[in-house]
């Protein structure tokens, strides 16, 4: 079995920066992609970034410059430092984890920016 479990979060005025981290554990043969989505309310879950194993990433318009995701892959790790956060990137944020074929996701992590 394996697990995804992110960490952080939390609440932060404009203009101010977060990281958020998502650890995968378990019975890992092969890791793949990972990375976030988020899910505003009344709104889709939109796919944020996404990191290959061999650290080559992308993101959505609206977060390049801003957000950067990382990666270790001995520890099964991700990383998301979002900096210059602006309200509209309150969401509740879910990791995935490309892992032995399937994909995994977190619960989620809240990120919440005032104005």
């Known amino acids: 079995q394996v697990q995804v479990v992110e960490s952080g979060g939390g609440l932060v005025q404009a203009g101010g920066s977060l990281r958020v981290s998502c650890a995968a554990s378990g019975n890992i043969l092969r890791s793949e992609a990972m990375g976030w989505y988020r899910q505003a309310p009344g709104k889709q879950r939109q796919l944020v970034t996404g990191?290959?194993?061999?650290?080559?990433?992308s993101y959505i318009d609206s977060v390049k410059g801003r957000f950067t995701i990382s990666r270790d892959n001995a520890k099964h790790t991700i990383y998301l430092q979002m900096n210059a956060l602006k309200p509209e990137d309150t969401a509740v944020y879910y990791c995935?984890?490309?892992?032995?074929?399937?994909?995994?996701w977190g619960q989620g992590t809240q990120v919440t920016v005032s104005s």
């Open positions: 995935y984890a490309d892992i032995n074929g399937r994909r995994y």
């Open positions: 990191i290959s194993s061999g650290s080559s990433s």
